[in-house]
């Protein structure tokens, strides 16, 4: 009796753990996402005052 639940409580720590890793990484990448998409809107050329896209300087 006693081993059986030790190992549940093992099982159910493993399972936590796991939904909180899974968690952690889906807020990661979120978080990877929005950088990345500011990213790309800062480096797109923006247009001069004539309406033409310049290439930005690096």
């Given at each position: 009796m006693r081993q059986?639940?030790?190992t549940i409580f093992v099982l159910l720590l493993l399972v936590?753990?796991?939904?909180?890793?899974?968690?952690s990484?889906?807020?990661s990448a979120v978080k990877v996402e929005i950088d990345f998409s500011e990213f790309i809107a800062n480096?797109?050329?923006?247009p001069d005052?004539?309406?033409?896209?310049q290439p930005t300087k690096v």
């Open positions: 059986s639940v030790k936590g753990l796991f939904y909180l890793i899974n968690d990484i889906r807020a480096a797109l050329p923006e005052e004539n309406g033409v896209e």
